[in-house]
């Protein structure tokens, strides 16, 4: 279980080889890489900006939300900050859990959390000049569909 905030770029292969190494039980190894992409006439660059401490805070509170919720064997986030521009690494979260589907759930979940709750701040850098990205509604609705349920059964006294 790891949680990282480094202005630095990361290897993803040694990150994925660490991740499962020497844990005979994992049997699924999950992740998603988030990667700046270049747009028409969009961003030619951005920066992301956060808040030492409380930003690492974040993620480890969302990364234990994943473990309450999924049998997971390991779990890895490692978020970039500073100036990066198209094709650079921004993000890499993954999962491992001896079955696939958990590994897979609580990677979309640690994805759709990441970009709703972790306290990042995204400079983008267009022909236009600078401007600050506002929050959106489609991330917003994918996060809500994580959000805790009541328990099902029986409700009677």
Known sequence: MA???Q???FD????LAALSEGNHGVGGVTSFVGLVREMGGGPSAMTLEHYPGMTERQ???IEAE???RWPLQATLIVHRYGRLEP???IVLVATASAHRQAAFESCHFLIDWLKTRAPFWKLEETSEGARWVEAKEDDDAAAARWA???PTGDVSP
Request: charged content about 50%.
């Open 59 to 61: 993620l480890a509170e």
């Open 87 to 89: 094709g650079d690494r």
């Open 148 to 150: 805790p349920r009541p």
């Open 66 to 68: 994943a473990r309450r």
């Open 7 to 9: 202005r630095e770029d």
């Open 3 to 5: 949680v990282r905030v």
């Open 12 to 15: 993803v292969g040694a990150e």
